[in-house]
């Protein structure tokens, strides 16, 4: 039976791995089993794991039999290959009956309500959700509990509780990431295994030194963070608001699940009987010394800061249920020309299967003006000499970073209006941070609800913006963080006002042609700069602020001023912005300069530049030679032999990798021919 504090319900929630599991764990001292299925969900990568489809059904009536919940985690970013098995997977889940699902991807909230299921529903962690818009635009949207972030504290869970009366889950205890949920594209990058896809290869568990200022720190592993401990914290959680405790752990085997489940369950049980006298710490020993790190009450109270670093060699590379490591730090792949051509040629045949609409005697695309195919030139900008620079340079969109890199600082209303006089028939955004709180919502309300902007556009970063402020009459832009990985969660985003929509940066080369053939609304890429790789709460500066420096060494590529994390295979540059957040970048500059003409005619819309990092010259010249690409496709090659790398060099991230779509290989093998632009003209077949 389900546990009740003063008449509000408390779900302790347990993960199971394996059938196997499940059956000792269900008859343990919890409310709930977490588990996922055969496919579409975030823990796919061991084997021998995760439920069959018979399993599901035996551990639904199990569960319920025992007047326990199942959950089923459909947790996944689907690509356009995986839609038509989401559709016969949620028919099989609506004939099981659990007692909700969890997803990530728009895309299932779109098909249930296609084929018109009963099947509720609960956001997941990798949802991100962070206010309460966010929460509004889901209930609305039909899901009855979420998932809060990771970075949530408990003063805000009770706030959002109280405001929406939605149902929330909070993790109590086990592994967490030091980046915001769905924000960390680092593993698909650099190895075309995505970590919103449960692929991730845990790059933020690598050794690092810090560096800053021409000194090194002894950081050891910056970004390898604790475990969650919320053991000694149960009356907060009750009276944050929290509705069910949730235990990380799928990857777990039976004895340690069960050795979490009933301490918690027993403190749980023992503050209900006697809350004042409750005992906080009676069972810390036995989960200290069982504990595959060290513990951390991560972000309940407020941020941690350098206490959530994890110290323990355990922490900071095994992956506990094997006894193996993820990976090693590892080069990002250099742009080469036999690569280059295999994305030709995906994007020529993306080309051929994509339009059904003429344009001229051009092809098939969405970006047909008057006859012919005409992709438009956006530039993301950090400061107004950015902005002016990428409008000289022939930018049809610009725009105005809401998570602004120090020492700029945010864009003021003169430096918008001035801004505006000169864009001429460009377009000028105003961008929102990626995460809001509700301060954040008040302040942009205030500026948006007064005297027309003279901006173009917003762009756009989470559901709650697009909530908040789609009827501002302003058009949204949906931007990086979206998470766009298939044309249904596009046109979910579209119904709620969004207009034009960025890919995900994590799409690999078949599955992003995929997505360019299927979206019915107007896509943009990023083909240009350095995009964050990780986006974090996590403050690296710390690090110099605390430790002595061990040795002097300045930056390769970067101001000394700006903090790398640094391995034997690279630099990759971190940016604080004005709100404390950081963001780790590519050590390598994204370009997909010779392919160009290939985009356009496969149906891109826009390509964006992520000029926030650049000098204003710098980025000038960048924005001319993309401009003068679009404008004469033909020569993209000599334009490309033309450019030099301001940073370590080009990659193509994540189209360096095949991706999994109609039975293509994971991922493409590494080239030994590397392209430098300067190195000759580059012939692409496919052109």
């Keep these: 039976m389900a546990r009740y504090f003063n008449g509000k319900e408390v779900e302790l929630l347990a993960p199971t791995g394996t059938f196997e599991i499940f059956k000792e764990v269900i008859h343990a001292n919890c409310d709930a089993v977490y588990f996922g299925g055969p496919s579409l969900n975030m823990r796919m990568m061991r084997k021998g794991y995760n439920f069959s489809r018979p399993e599901i059904i035996e551990a639904i009536k199990h569960a319920h039999a025992l007047h326990k919940k199942a959950y089923v985690t459909v947790n996944n970013l689907l690509n356009e290959g995986e839609i038509e098995e989401a559709r016969d997977y949620l028919r099989f889940l609506e004939q099981a009956g659990p007692d909700a699902i969890i997803v990530q991807d728009f895309a299932i909230l779109a098909l249930i309500q296609e084929m018109k299921l009963q099947l509720p529903v609960h956001s997941s962690v990798m949802m991100n959700v962070h206010n309460r818009e966010m929460i509004t635009a889901l209930s609305e949207m039909g899901v009855t509990r ?361 799409l690999p080369l078949y599955e992003f042609s995929k997505l360019l053939e299927n979206a019915d609304v107007p896509l943009e890429a990023v083909v240009h700069g350095s995009p964050a790789l990780m986006y974090m709460e996590h403050d690296l500066y710390e690090n110099t602020e605390v430790f002595e420096p061990i040795a002097e060494e300045n930056n390769l590529y970067v101001d000394n001023r700006i903090l790398v994390l640094m391995t034997d295979k690279g630099e990759n540059p971190v940016y604080r912005d004005v709100h404390g957040r950081c963001h780790l970048m590519l050590a390598k500059e994204l370009c997909l300069l010779p392919v160009i003409k290939e985009l356009q005619d496969a149906g891109l819309s826009v390509c964006r530049i992520e000029g926030a990092t650049y000098q204003p010259e710098q980025l000038k010249s960048i924005v001319s030679v993309y401009k003068t690409a679009i404008e004469q496709p033909e020569a993209a090659g000599e334009l490309f032999t033309g450019m030099t790398p301001v940073y370590a060099g080009y990659t193509l991230g994540a189209l360096q990798f095949d991706g999994g779509v109609a039975g293509r290989p994971v991922a493409a093998e590494a080239e030994a021919c590397e392209v430098e632009p300067g190195q000759g003209q580059m012939q692409i077949t496919g052109q």
């Design 146 to 506: 979420v998932v809060t972030s990771r970075e949530m504290d408990l003063t805000t869970t009770r706030y959002l509780r109280e405001t929406t009366g939605m149902e929330l889950e909070y993790f109590i205890h086990g592994d967490m990431c030091s980046v915001h949920g769905a924000n960390c594209y680092f593993s698909s990058l650099v190895f075309g295994m995505s970590s919103n896809r449960g692929k991730c290869l845990k790059p933020c568990r690598w050794d690092y030194r810090v560096k800053k200022d021409g000194y090194v720190y002894p950081s050891e592993y910056p970004l390898a963070v604790k475990d969650m401990f919320m053991y000694e914290h149960i009356p907060e959680l009750i009276h944050g608001g929290v509705t069910s405790f949730k235990i990380e752990g799928r990857m777990r085997d039976t004895e340690f699940v069960l050795m979490l489940v009933n301490a918690y369950g027993d403190a749980i049980d023992r503050y209900i009987e006697d809350p004042v006298g409750f005992e906080r710490n009676r069972d810390t020993k036995l989960l200290y010394d069982n504990r595959k790190r060290d513990f951390s009450t991560g972000y309940a109270f407020g941020r941690p800061g350098l206490s959530y670093i994890n110290k323990r060699y355990e922490g900071t590379g095994k992956f506990y249920s094997t006894g193996k490591v993820f990976s090693t730090p590892t080069e990002e792949r250099r742009l080469g020309e036999k690569r280059l051509g295999e994305v030709a040629n995906v994007l020529v045949r993306a080309a051929e299967r994509g339009g059904a609409e003429q344009c001229g005697q051009q092809g098939t695309n969405r970006n047909c003006r008057n006859g012919q195919n005409r992709m438009e030139l956006s530039v993301h900008v950090n400061n107004a000499a950015q902005a002016r620079a990428a409008l000289e340079g022939g930018a049809d969109h610009v725009y105005l970073s809401g998570d602004v890199f120090e020492p700029d600082r945010p864009f003021t209303k003169q430096e918008i209006a001035q801004l505006a006089e000169i864009k001429g028939e460009a377009k000028l955004y105003l961008g929102l941070p990626r995460m809001m709180t509700e301060l954040h919502f008040e302040m942009y309300d205030a500026l948006l609800s007064g005297e027309r902007l003279p901006i173009d556009g917003i762009l756009v970063t989470n559901l709650g913006a697009i909530h908040k402020f789609a009827s501002k009459g302003y058009p949204l832009v949906g931007d990086i963080n979206l998470n766009i990985f298939n044309h249904l969660s596009a046109e979910m985003y579209a119904k709620l006002g969004v207009e034009r929509f960025t890919a995900s940066v994590e």
